[in-house]
Structures are given as C-alpha cells and as structure tokens.
C-alpha cells in the first residue's frame, strides 16, 4: 500500500499533483454542501406533524430529486468523483443513469404535487413566483434531458437517424439548464416565509444568506465539469 501511494505521489508531481489535489478538494466539499443544503431540507420538514402536507412533500422530493440524486449523477462523471473513482466507465454510466432516474422521477412527482395544490386551490394562481417559474424551467428540461439521456445512452445504434454528438451536446446542455435553474428555484424556497422564520426567530438574514451562498457554490463546483465537456465537444467537429 505504501510503495503504492509512493508511486502515486512519484507520478503526479508537480503541477499535476497540486491540480489533481484541487479537484479532489473541490470534489469533497460538494459532497459535503449536499449534505448540508439536502440536510436542513430535511430538518425543516420532518419536525412537522405527519402526515405531511402538500408544501412539506414537495420539499422533500425536489430537494432530494434535484440536488442529492441528480448533483450526484452529474458528479459520478468526474474523474475526481471520490465514490465512483474506481469505476469502469460502462459501470459509471450506469451509476449516472440510475441516479439521473429516480432523481427525476422524484423531482417530477414533488414538482407536481405543487403544481396540483396550487391549481386546486381557487386563491392560488400557478406561476407567479419566480420560485415556481425556475422550478417550471428544471421540471420541463428534467423531462427533454430524460428523453435524450436514453438517445445518448443509444447514441451508438441511433446514429444513422440522430448525429451522436447531438444527442450528447443537447443532454449536457439540459442538464446544466436544469441543476441550475433548479438551484435558483431553491434559493428561492430559502427566501419563503415559511422557511425564514424557522431557521432563526431573531436574526435570519445570515442564515438564509448563507445556505443561498452555499448553493451557488454547490451549482459552480457541479456544473463546471459539464461545461467544460460542453465546450470540448463544440469544438471539436
Ligand atoms: C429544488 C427545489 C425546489 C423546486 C424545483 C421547486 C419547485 C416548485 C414548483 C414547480 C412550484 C409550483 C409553482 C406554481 O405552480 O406556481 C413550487 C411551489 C412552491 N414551493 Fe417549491 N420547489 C423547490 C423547493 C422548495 C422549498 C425548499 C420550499 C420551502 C422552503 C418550497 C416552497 C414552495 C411553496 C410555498 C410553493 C407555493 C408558492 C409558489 O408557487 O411560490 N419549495 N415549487
């Protein structure tokens, strides 16, 4: 194990080491923002009285949907990915795909659970907040990106109908649109009475601020990786 980590350490000297000690960096501390943005979430709803209302069921299924499993499925990608590390990459393909399914099934159903209460209630109007607007924007790209993941997963046979390359370019890029404009919309949630007044009864301000900054953090770090990919394929013809 020891001559192992030597020759590791012997490998990447110089600036990659220090390169690849970033990314791994940056690696833990997404993981480490899940937890704690996917956390509070959690805290937040399960102190209330079961069973849980419309607003508390659709917290937690986007919250998990959005960034627990689908932040995970982009992450499995990276090379630096501390768990999917020691995958081959038909096994993180796999992993990616299973993460993308139930994370958007779950984000579908918690969506729609909103959706529903507001349309049923004759007070409510659907869409007029900015929070329900982005959160329109992830739902209706989370259902294009499901539809060409599976023409990228098949990219190879469905070539002679569908350029595989467009599948792939049009899948990175609505997955991008959707953690980001699902993140918006959770900023958003942050920004509720509901959710302000019970993260501090004195001064929430900089709590609420803070978790806003933790998921912008959160968004960069997990869609960087993708973006660079995006451009990569762009250039390239
Ligand atoms: C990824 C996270 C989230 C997404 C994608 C999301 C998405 C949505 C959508 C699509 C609607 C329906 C909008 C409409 O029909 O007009 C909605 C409504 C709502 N959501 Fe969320 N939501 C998220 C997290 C949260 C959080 C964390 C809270 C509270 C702490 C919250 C509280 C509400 C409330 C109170 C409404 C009804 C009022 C409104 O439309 O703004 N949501 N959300």
Request: charge should be positive.
């Amino acid at each position: 194990m020891d001559t192992e980590n030597g020759v590791q350490s012997k490998k990447l000297s110089g600036a990659s080491y220090h390169i690849r000690t970033f990314h791994v960096s940056m690696n833990l501390l997404s993981h480490i923002l899940v937890g704690i943005i996917v956390g509070i979430n959690l805290i937040f709803v399960f102190r209330l009285p079961t069973p849980l209302s419309a607003t508390p069921q659709h917290i937690v299924l986007c919250v998990l949907g959005f960034q627990l499993l689908m932040a995970e499925a982009i992450l499995s990608l990276s090379p630096y990915n501390t768990w999917s590390l020691h995958l081959k990459l038909v096994d993180k393909r796999r992993a990616h795909t299973v993460l993308q399914i139930v994370g958007s099934v779950l984000a579908i159903v918690g969506s729609f659970i909103k959706i529903m209460d507001k349309h049923n209630n004759p007070n409510a109007v659907n869409w007029d907040t900015l929070h329900g607007i982005f959160g329109l924007i992830a739902l209706v790209f989370t259902v294009a990106s499901l539809i060409n993941g599976v023409t990228s997963l098949y990219a190879h046979e469905l070539r002679r109908y569908l350029p595989s390359k467009l599948s792939k370019i049009t899948h990175i890029c609505f997955g991008i649109v959707v953690f980001v404009a699902a993140n918006i919309s959770l900023c958003y949630g942050f920004e509720k009475n509901m959710f302000r007044n019970w993260i501090s009864t004195t001064n929430n301000g900089p709590v609420v601020n803070t978790l806003i900054t933790f998921t912008a953090l959160l968004t960069g770090i997990v869609v960087v990786a993708p973006l660079i990919t995006f451009f990569q394929k762009f250039k390239t013809n």
